[in-house]
């Protein structure tokens, strides 16, 4: 059997853009993300600029890290930011109740973090607490960091540093707002969401992201773009996991069957997707409102010896599997999704980053977010895929998964993942439109899924030159290995 792509390269094809902010990442207040991850203090040994570690800016720009969102997930909606401004000295020091219970002293608050996110070249996205905390808390948030004009909240900021405001587009308006949000009915939400987003302008372009559903709770969404009016927001949301939350599996030490599972649930996005935006182009078939996924990824046990609420977890080849047919699944349907984010950044569930000390490690997962860096803002070329089957026992999944894009100066990139840790697939790939002449490729691939790069061995996995594919006659041959990720460019 063989694998066939069809790709419409045609110039003359309406595809939407390939939002960059797809390619977005997630860092809450939640075991070593930020303190012992992105913050190591001033006064650290560590390289670090304002505290936050050099050797993690620079990994994440040349990943191009479009967007970090902050400072949670459940975190958000116990977060009361005037506590993280002023005098580090002065900060009162709370309880973080959803992670391990851990004492949060607030040394890293509200300018740190978008200090840091210039740095790294990122826009932020703020993480509005309306679980525990206030319409005005809230609005005044969106005051301190965005308002130009002379107002007790403009000068408090000045009073504490920073005179020009940052520039802060992205706002999320609670977070799981059925769950640790508050567990809120959809209805009592959709009149929150309301009330706290009519409060949350003035101060230049806004971007409100509603708290969306879990998984497969399509009710949700459709209450939410049933009841609020589109002039109140511009993004929902959308959480999913690839985990098995009845039987988590080691990060490392996994069969095959739980290897076929977790790769069962992040395809599993695809149908996610496709039904949230079915919902919601019946009440904006303009598609104005983005989906946002603000939150997807692996998740398993967290390492021996580490603390369970802290969730922190090695990053395998099978990592590199979910990154690459997600942000795939994410391509293909980009004309309503619009932002997604990893989670979580650094040291926590699906990391890009991993440290110890004063080492730090870039994971397979990372490999793939800069692999596909080139997809950024380009445009979608639609494509038709029939993929051989990868079976296990009585079940089958498609083998492989694919994208492509064509970017500003006209070169075309395909991103293609054959999940299948058994069999390399032959794929026949036809470009229909147009006649390149250069092919060339990258591939991140490993002996078996289970490997993964330690604070030993940190590049045993890492992209390598690919050389398995030649063109004739606009005929791509490609001949992929087990479980690998492959970018080819065409000019
Ligand atoms: O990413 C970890 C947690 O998962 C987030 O805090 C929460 O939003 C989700 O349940």
Redesign the pocket.
């Given at each position: 059997a063989q694998t066939t792509i069809a790709i419409s390269a045609s110039s003359n094809t309406s595809s939407p853009v390939i939002s960059k902010y797809i390619y977005s990442h997630?860092a809450?207040h939640?075991g070593r993300g930020i303190y012992d991850g992105f913050y190591v203090g001033d006064t650290s040994k560590i390289p670090n600029t304002n505290g936050v570690r050099n050797d993690i800016i620079a990994a994440l720009k040349k990943m191009k890290i479009p967007s970090l969102r902050w400072p949670?997930?459940?975190?958000a909606d116990t977060y009361h930011w005037k506590d993280g401004i002023g005098p580090k000295d002065k900060r009162p020091a709370i309880v973080n109740k959803?992670w391990g219970n851990a004492i949060e002293d607030n040394s890293f608050g509200t300018h740190d973090f978008l200090n840091m996110c210039e740095l790294l070249g990122a826009e932020p996205y703020l993480a509005g607490n309306v679980g525990s905390g206030t319409v005005q808390e809230l609005a005044d948030w969106v005051q301190y960091v965005g308002s130009d004009n002379k107002n007790p909240m403009s000068d408090l900021r000045k009073a504490n540093g920073r005179e020009k405001p940052w520039d802060v587009k992205f706002w999320g308006v609670g977070?799981?707002a059925w769950?640790?949000g508050g567990n809120m009915t959809p209805e009592y939400y959709v009149n929150e969401f309301r009330k706290y987003s009519t409060f949350m302008t003035g101060s230049g372009k806004i971007f409100r992201v509603a708290s969306g559903a879990s998984d497969d709770d399509y009710h949700w969404t459709e209450t939410l773009m049933k009841g609020i009016p589109q002039s109140l927001i511009e993004g929902i949301a959308v959480?999913h996991?690839a985990v098995n939350w009845a039987k988590k599996t080691s990060a490392t030490n996994y069969t095959e069957a739980e290897y076929f599972t977790t790769m069962k649930s992040a395809l599993l996005m695809d149908t996610l997707v496709t039904h949230h935006a079915a919902i919601m182009d019946k009440y904006d078939p303009k598609k104005k409102i983005a989906l946002v996924v603000d939150?997807w990824g692996g998740w398993y046990d967290v390492e021996p010896g580490t603390n369970p609420g802290f969730?922190y977890q090695q990053n395998t080849m099978r990592d590199a599997m979910i990154a690459g047919v997600t942000l795939n699944i994410f391509n293909n349907h980009a004309d309503r999704v619009r932002m997604a984010n990893l989670?979580?950044c650094v040291n926590?569930?699906q990391a890009v980053i991993l440290t110890d000390k004063q080492k730090m490690i870039l994971t397979p997962t990372y490999h793939v977010l800069e692999m596909y860096n080139v997809h950024q803002d380009a445009t979608l070329l639609p494509l038709t895929i029939k993929s051989d089957d990868y079976a296990f026992g009585s079940e089958k999944l498609p083998a492989v998964s694919a994208s492509a894009s064509r970017d500003k100066n006209g070169v075309v990139h395909i991103s293609l993942v054959n999940i299948d840790p058994n069999h390399p697939h032959n794929l026949s790939l036809k470009l229909d439109g147009e006649k390149f002449k250069g092919l060339t490729g990258r591939i991140l691939a490993s002996a078996k899924v289970q490997d993964h790069n330690t604070f030993d061995q940190p590049d045993k996995i890492k992209p390598e030159v690919f050389k398995s594919a030649s063109i004739k006659d606009g005929n791509i041959s490609i001949a992929l290995p087990a479980t690998s990720v492959v970018v080819l460019t065409l000019n």
């Amino acid at each position: 059997a063989q694998t066939t792509i069809a790709i419409s390269a045609s110039s003359n094809t309406s595809s939407p853009v390939i939002s960059k902010y797809i390619y977005s990442h997630f860092a809450e207040h939640l075991g070593r993300g930020i303190y012992d991850g992105f913050y190591v203090g001033d006064t650290s040994k560590i390289p670090n600029t304002n505290g936050v570690r050099n050797d993690i800016i620079a990994a994440l720009k040349k990943m191009k890290i479009p967007s970090l969102r902050w400072p949670g997930g459940c975190f958000a909606d116990t977060y009361h930011w005037k506590d993280g401004i002023g005098p580090k000295d002065k900060r009162p020091a709370i309880v973080n109740k959803w992670w391990g219970n851990a004492i949060e002293d607030n040394s890293f608050g509200t300018h740190d973090f978008l200090n840091m996110c210039e740095l790294l070249g990122a826009e932020p996205y703020l993480a509005g607490n309306v679980g525990s905390g206030t319409v005005q808390e809230l609005a005044d948030w969106v005051q301190y960091v965005g308002s130009d004009n002379k107002n007790p909240m403009s000068d408090l900021r000045k009073a504490n540093g920073r005179e020009k405001p940052w520039d802060v587009k992205f706002w999320g308006v609670g977070n799981e707002a059925w769950g640790c949000g508050g567990n809120m009915t959809p209805e009592y939400y959709v009149n929150e969401f309301r009330k706290y987003s009519t409060f949350m302008t003035g101060s230049g372009k806004i971007f409100r992201v509603a708290s969306g559903a879990s998984d497969d709770d399509y009710h949700w969404t459709e209450t939410l773009m049933k009841g609020i009016p589109q002039s109140l927001i511009e993004g929902i949301a959308v959480h999913h996991y690839a985990v098995n939350w009845a039987k988590k599996t080691s990060a490392t030490n996994y069969t095959e069957a739980e290897y076929f599972t977790t790769m069962k649930s992040a395809l599993l996005m695809d149908t996610l997707v496709t039904h949230h935006a079915a919902i919601m182009d019946k009440y904006d078939p303009k598609k104005k409102i983005a989906l946002v996924v603000d939150e997807w990824g692996g998740w398993y046990d967290v390492e021996p010896g580490t603390n369970p609420g802290f969730l922190y977890q090695q990053n395998t080849m099978r990592d590199a599997m979910i990154a690459g047919v997600t942000l795939n699944i994410f391509n293909n349907h980009a004309d309503r999704v619009r932002m997604a984010n990893l989670a979580q950044c650094v040291n926590v569930l699906q990391a890009v980053i991993l440290t110890d000390k004063q080492k730090m490690i870039l994971t397979p997962t990372y490999h793939v977010l800069e692999m596909y860096n080139v997809h950024q803002d380009a445009t979608l070329l639609p494509l038709t895929i029939k993929s051989d089957d990868y079976a296990f026992g009585s079940e089958k999944l498609p083998a492989v998964s694919a994208s492509a894009s064509r970017d500003k100066n006209g070169v075309v990139h395909i991103s293609l993942v054959n999940i299948d840790p058994n069999h390399p697939h032959n794929l026949s790939l036809k470009l229909d439109g147009e006649k390149f002449k250069g092919l060339t490729g990258r591939i991140l691939a490993s002996a078996k899924v289970q490997d993964h790069n330690t604070f030993d061995q940190p590049d045993k996995i890492k992209p390598e030159v690919f050389k398995s594919a030649s063109i004739k006659d606009g005929n791509i041959s490609i001949a992929l290995p087990a479980t690998s990720v492959v970018v080819l460019t065409l000019n």
